[in-house]
Every structure is written in structure tokens, then in C-alpha cells.
């Protein structure tokens, strides 16, 4: 009889779909899927759902895959209490789901955010293999952060730890969905820079292809194409967004001293438009001590599996260091 | 033959005079003493006239003590290294202490700066007793922060990390020693406090017993003083600086999450004029999931021992771990 392939499985709860798959301690991903999450219906059916794809595909790999924990990313989640509490965009209230999974399919659970979990497998499978020390920025519609001290996450007294997206960078600036105002993500952010668009749009008489675009249409995508095309206004915002992440990173790092700063989610799409200014930014301000210390890079996780891949390494973490 | 006390050493290394004293691991200081560090002669003769007396202490107290290990607090001390580097107010250059310590004196030796040796006594014997995640705010000449998590000091990558003084909280604000300009304890430390004082006594009519002091005399004594006597400007001196620590605080409370913030130093001498408006403005500028879940609260170190207990707080940290 043959070995079986030791797997844990990865799932990421998202506000519209939820993707999982089985991942071995390599990074490679087994049996992907994804299904609808529909928030707006009770969240037995949505687990139930989940399990009858899950436990199919564990009983028809059964010859060749062992699963032997679960790891879940979810937003809101939280570390120490197994919970998703008032989680944005999904409409559950508290969930304790780390209780719901195990109903199941009674294995090794842990849950954290989507943000920690994209640190903890960009530590194990892609740019940040073999750092301690580091802080994965997630530049999605928001901006999600998870923090790596040691080696480990920082989840805080709560949980709650690494919102660096709620880190307040301008007195009375945008509004935020948190219901503050100046918070990082309303500037760096795929939402931030369509909102720096428009307000550049409003500021200046530049020409730009962008004025023939509604807000509800533009997209982040639609800002880097006309930056690649040289539009001014599309520019300006990359700059500008650039700008207010690279200071509020030269601030993380007087509190954090990583070795890495990276990059990940749909903005990090634009490459060098984004980079560029972050990095010459983050660079100006940093404290003279941490100058020439700090690299700003890409993740080098895969974009389909990588919020897969997170929750998989969050599990693969508990299993190899004993806590699970 | 009666079992000897065993004790550790710290030294606190200062700008001006260097503490010393034996500690016990239930805080008891024995033979404190202290020394001019004149930081203008030759490192060497430092660090001769230091242990010089030390042995001596120690070979009078032979018969009760038994020291087991050293800590030393310094102005960027290196924690991995063990070095000082470019010491703000020494006029040493680079100084390998953990070396020269040990050619006196060949016990384990730790350093680290003197901010992260007051969060190491405030956990071991002071106000974050129990405490695995809180951050101390030493308000001094300048700002000195360490912050822990998990029960361990956060160094970061090179050692450095914690250095929330150096926070840019206004862009283009007020020239700071470091070159840079709006760092928090350009504003928030005993410092900052008087150079808020002349721009209030700069920018109003209002009356003040202030007016009559030069920027050179003033001392934060002196504006806590006039506060208590219902001074306007040192009283709004007070507000403001509240504010910008406290805004401040709710940002270092986005990374991370700690169960409490301590406020250590010559400022906090000034009781609820300084915590007032730092706890009202923490609070109201934190994310809605933190209010209500921070503490601020004044340390519990005894002002002449801080720094000595502070130093042997990191030393029985080692020993304790097992790391040394």
C-alpha cells in the first residue's frame, strides 16, 4: 500500500465566493474548488454546502491524501476564539466557526483574518520563506495587514492585532467605512486610489481618459492602464498613492524594524507604478537607523491559490509547532 | 553556612550618570549606586572606574549576594549585537558593552536600550506584572517606547525596532533631533511640552505666569505648576499634548493590540494632566473594535530604582528562559 500524502485543508471565506483546497506542506494545492458563499442565507447551510464538496473529494482521493487539519481565513476572524465577529460584507453576526467545521469534519481547526493568513503563507510557500520578521500588506478594496514578529503572527491581548489599514494617516481626512476619518485604506487601497482619482479629476484641468468614466465604473485596473498609456491624472494618483503608503510604512517600521515589507492583492497588478513611489517614499522618511534596511517586494504567491494557501500554512504552523 | 541571595546586576547607562545595583527576582535593590559617566574620556576608563566599584560591592556583600548574571540599559543599546551604536549624548562612537563587561566581570551578559529595559521592569516587577502584550512610553527629555508582545520584547530584525518617538505624526511639523521633521516626541515628552508652550504663548493674547520664563529655564515642572494654578497656556499646553499622544497611541494600538500602554518618566509626574487627555483622545480615535479594551496607566517602577530594576529585569529574563 502506498504512502498517503499528508494535506491540511485551506478555506477562505470571502464575501461572495469561498475557495478551499488541500495543500501539502510543499505549497502544492490539491482538489480547488470554490463555491458561492451567500451571506444572506443561514450559515449551517452555507457550512453544509462546504463539507458535502469537502468530504467528497477527501473520500475520492481517499487512497492517496490524508487530511489532517484545517486551517480558515475569514474576515473579521479571530485567532484565539475561533470566531468571526460582525464580519464586513457577510451578513452572520458571531460565528463560531472554528465549532462548525469541526460538526464536519472533526479535525485540528484554527481560524484567523484573511490578512494574517496571507502573511503566514507568504512565510511558508513565497517571498517571505525564512523571515522572521516581517509585514504582509494586502491591497485589495481595503487594505489588510498581517504582522510577523519571530517568526509568529501578532494577534495582541484580543486577537485583533495588525490593522494597519485602520491606522489613521490624515486628521479629519476620507471618510472610512469604519466611521473614522484619514484611515489608511481610503488612501491606499484599489477603493483609495479610484477616490484620489476623482478628487485629482476635480483638483486639476489635466486631460484624461479618465473624465469619460463614472465612479461606479473606474476601476484600479482601469487607473493602471492609463498610467501605462501616460494619462496624468492616472499618474499622479499612483504617486500620490504611493506617497501616503510609503509614510505610513517608514511609520510601521519604527515600530516593527522588519526586514521586508510585502506587497499583495489586486493593486500590487500595477507593478513598478505602485512600487516605485512606495518604496521612494518609505525610504525618505524612515528613521536614519532603519535606512537601506527595509526591502519592499511582491508576494510570490500564486493569485488564484493564495488565500488557499494562507489558510493551509495557518494549520501547517499549529501541526508543526506542536500547538495543535 | 547561611545560602547566599542570588542577585543580578543592572546598569543603566545614562547621558550624564550611569545607576547601578544588585537586584533579587523579587525586585529588592541592593547597593544602588551611581557614577558621572563623563562620556567625553576614553570608553575604557568608564568601564575601569565602574567595575572598580562594583567588585568591590561585591566582594563586601560576599558573604549574602551572589551575582549571577549582568543587565545593561543604554541609549541605542543592541540587543542582538550587544553594542551601542552612535549613542545620542556619548561621545563614544561604537562600543561593544557585552565585551567590555565581561573582561571585568564574566558573567552572562544583556544589553538592550534603556526604553526596552523599563518595559522588561515594568512586566518583571512593576504596573504590566502578568502582561503578555503592552507597550511603555518612557516621556522624557525625549519619547523612549518598548513594546512587548507575547511576553517578549519586539527587537525586530536588526534590533532596533520600537521606536515610537520617531513616529511622523505631522507632516512637515516641528524639527526633531533625529533630521526629520513632526516625530511624536517632538510633541509628546518633556520637551516636546515646552516647545508647545512657547507656540501657544507665540500664538494667543491670554495671560500666563509663563511669560516670564525663557525657553531655556522653562522645565515641564514648571508648566505642570502653572497648570495646577489654573494657568491657561500650560493648562492647553497639557490638552495638546494629550492629543497628539493619545492619536498617536490609538494608531500603535492598530498594530498591536496590546492589553495596556504604560507611561513611564519625568512627564507623568503630572498625574491626570497628562492622562486625561491622553485616554480621551486614545479612545476616541480607535477602531470600534478596540474601545473600551485599552488601558493607560502610570508605571509602577520606583522613580530612583526604574532603571536599574529595568536593567536586571532583562538579565533575569535570560537567565530564566534559559536563553543565557
Known amino acids: 500500500m502506498a504512502v498517503k500524502k499528508k494535506v491540511t485543508l485551506g478555506i477562505d471565506i470571502g464575501g461572495t465566493n469561498t475557495a478551499y483546497g488541500f495543500v501539502d506542506q510543499e505549497g502544492t494545492i490539491y482538489h480547488q474548488g470554490s463555491i458561492p458563499t451567500r451571506a444572506d442565507q443561514p450559515v449551517e447551510q452555507f457550512f453544509e454546502r462546504l463539507f458535502t464538496l469537502v468530504r467528497r473529494q477527501l473520500q475520492q482521493a481517499s487512497s492517496e491524501l ?14 484565539y476564539r475561533g470566531t468571526i465577529e460582525n464580519p464586513p460584507n457577510l451578513g452572520w453576526q458571531d460565528v463560531n466557526v472554528v465549532e462548525m467545521v469541526r460538526k464536519h469534519l472533526d479535525l ?53 492585532a495588525g490593522e494597519i489599514g485602520h491606522v489613521i494617516v490624515e486628521r479629519n481626512g476620507r471618510l472610512c467605512g469604519c466611521g473614522r476619518r484619514g484611515c489608511l485604506e481610503t488612501y491606499a487601497s484599489a477603493t483609495g486610489i479610484k477616490r484620489t482619482v476623482f478628487e485629482l479629476l476635480g483638483n486639476s484641468n ?5 473624465r469619460n468614466m463614472t465612479y461606479e465604473q473606474l476601476t484600479a485596473k482601469d487607473i493602471y492602464q492609463a498610467a501605462k498609456a501616460g494619462d496624468p491624472i492616472a499618474r499622479e494618483a499612483f504617486e500620490f498613492t504611493g506617497r501616503v503608503l ?20 489586486g493593486l500590487t497588478a500595477a507593478g513598478d507604478f505602485i512600487f516605485r513611489p512606495t518604496r521612494k517614499y518609505l525610504e525618505e522618511n524612515l528613521l536614519s537607523v532603519y535606512r537601506g534596511t527595509v526591502r519592499v517586494i511582491p508576494s510570490l504567491l500564486p493569485e488564484g491559490g493564495a488565500a488557499v494557501l ?6 501547517w504552523n499549529e501541526l508543526n509547532s506542536g500547538r495543535k
Open 66 to 79: 490524508e487530511c489532517v487539519g484545517i486551517g480558515v481565513g475569514a474576515p473579521n476572524g479571530n485567532y
Open 108 to 160: 485540528p481547526t484554527v481560524l484567523t483574518n484573511d490578512a494574517n493568513a496571507a502573511a503566514l503563507g507568504e512565510m511558508k510557500f513565497g517571498a517571505a520563506r525564512g523571515m522572521k520578521h516581517f509585514i504582509e500588506i494586502t491591497l485589495g478594496t481595503g487594505l489588510g495587514s498581517g504582522v510577523v514578529v519571530d517568526g509568529k503572527v501578532v494577534y495582541g491581548h484580543d486577537g485583533f
Open 206 to 210: 489635466k486631460p484624461s481618459r479618465l
Open 246 to 265: 510609503g509614510e505610513a510604512l517608514a511609520n510601521s517600521v519604527a515600530y516593527l524594524s522588519p526586514e521586508a515589507i510585502i506587497l499583495f492583492g
Open 310 to 315: 494562507g489558510a493551509a500554512a495557518l494549520i
